[in-house]
């Protein structure tokens, strides 16, 4: 099973930061925020890490591959926690597909369907960190109890942060699991479902990637991912898990991944 992590956005919100450093490669305390997103994938039931990258973003392989000479230097110098540190980071398991046009979200995780083949497979947004690792495993329990359905995390946001958002229908069949019936994205106010949004963890079914290679273009253009999960429950059960808002931490903004970096700042050093 993979983990398939979107990282070929232009990261506009950040400019000029990211004119010429990836967004994903941006400092959240002591590490690029992509790494806390590989390390929760390795964590989960994936056997591998597959960043859908674009080529110009070359910084995010460079982190990732091991750098024997820099490790070699620290370790002479009797700096020996940054060198593991280096280590660790050139030694995750990430492998990469390319994303060559930006036609939205549901297109990149397309990108990446020889990977996937015809098994389930988890997504995960680098715009939200989760630290305690603890969500994939939730939710793939989730799927086991429900013959291997697709399920996703959602969020209840308030009403001004709705049409952000990819949105479901459905109704508690446990505590804090929905069944899915319907989902819309980025819907105005007065067409929400619910104020359920979805939060950027999945665990998709095979059918999911199939059916993204005949999604048309939807809102803002872009070949939506939630359009092919949508379309999918016309085959298939889906369920969601309700999360805290505190199990996620948000860096898609300026504002928000300076928060984060606070609060994850104050959790590590007290
Ligand atoms: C994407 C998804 C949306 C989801 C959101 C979570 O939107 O399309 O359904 O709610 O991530 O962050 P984006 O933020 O890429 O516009």
Known sequence: MKALIPAAGMGTRFLPATKAQPKEMLLV??????????????????DEVVIINSREKRA??????????LEAALRAKGKDAFADAVAHAGNLNVSYVYQD?????????RCAAEKTGD??????????????????????????EHAGASVIAVVPVPDDQVSRFGVIAGSEVAAGVWKVDSLVEKPALED???????????????????LLADVEPGVGGEIQL???LDAVLQEEEMYALVIDPADGFDTGTVESWLETNNILFKRAHG
């Open 192 to 210: 929400a479902p619910s104020n359920l949004a979805v939060f950027g963890r999945y665990l998709l079914s095979p059918r999911v990637m199939e």
């Open 60 to 69: 995010i392989e460079d982190h990732f591959t091991p750098a024997p000479e």
């Open 101 to 109: 046009e930006p036609l939205g979200l549901g297109h990149a995780i």
């Open 119 to 144: 098994e389930a497979f988890y997504v995960l947004l680098g715009d939200v960190l989760v630290p305690d690792n603890a969500m994939l495993p939730r939710m793939k329990e989730i799927s086991d």
């Open 226 to 228: 939630t359009d092919a």
């Open 29 to 46: 305390v002591d590490r690029p925020a992509i790494q806390y997103v590989v390390e929760e994938g390795l964590a989960s039931s994936a």
